[in-house]
């Protein structure tokens, strides 16, 4: 079964701090990973994109690994700001349909 | 011109009206989608839209109605609908990329 599981749920961390989010998939065959920024009542917004060959790629304060043997990607945002609070989604394309995870919901806090 | 717009962005409507989502981007995208997200939920798909010829329903019901009038546009009409059909409906387009997700519109049905 073409499942995308993501840890935590939820995360709550201080500004100025770091943090890592994690994505697990079942996903096959696999043709790229994203992970998108979903600010509350609004649409995704692609922050990275990966093939079976990349192991990382960065976008600002934004790094996203992955390491298609053990099927596993994460995301490190460093020095997180207020702005970063958002659900951020991981999503595993097999052509269409893409299959997504249900999410971490990153509060960062003054 | 990276955008993909959506109108309205709130719309509240009876279950016996009818009304119409529309889309558009400008980004010469030959893949068109439409999702319905849920609260707290990953986005689900509903269409697929591929150089303007609808090729994914999602079992969707017919109370949900896509036309794809040209390359750039992607409408959604609505009729009779229920209040579980109560949602963010998000638009998104794509070029053997990633997907660019619009807005969203908040639909509220009474």
């Known amino acids: 079964k073409n499942q995308v599981e993501q840890s935590p749920q939820s995360l709550i961390i201080l500004e100025g701090k770091n943090c890592t989010l994690q994505c697990n998939y079942t996903v096959s065959p696999f043709s790229n990973l994203r992970w998108y920024k979903q600010d509350t009542g609004r649409g995704p917004v692609s922050l990275t994109i990966?093939?079976?060959?990349?192991n990382t790629k960065s976008n600002g304060r934004y790094t996203a690994t992955l390491d298609a043997d053990t099927k596993q990607s994460s995301l490190h945002i460093t020095a997180s700001q207020l702005s970063d609070s958002a659900s951020y989604i991981c999503v595993v394309s097999r052509n269409t349909p893409l299959v997504f995870g249900k999410g971490t919901r990153l509060s960062v806090i003054a | 011109d990276t955008e993909v717009t959506q109108t309205p962005k709130h719309l509240v409507m009876g279950m016996t009206n009818k009304k119409s989502l529309k889309c558009e981007q400008h980004?010469?995208?030959?893949?068109m989608y439409w999702y319905k997200q849920k609260a707290k939920k990953p986005p689900e798909l509903m269409f697929v839209y591929s150089y303007e010829k609808l090729s994914i329903n999602e079992s969707v019901p017919s109370r949900f109605s896509p036309e794809c009038p040209n390359s750039s546009l992607l409408n959604l009409h609505l009729h009779a609908l229920q209040p579980e059909d109560s949602a963010l409906y998000l638009c998104?387009?794509?070029?053997?990329?990633?997907?660019?997700f619009g807005p969203g519109t908040r639909l509220l049905v009474l």
């Open positions: 998104a387009s794509s070029q053997g990329g990633p997907q660019y």
């Open positions: 980004m010469g995208h030959r893949a």
């Open positions: 990966m093939t079976f060959s990349e």
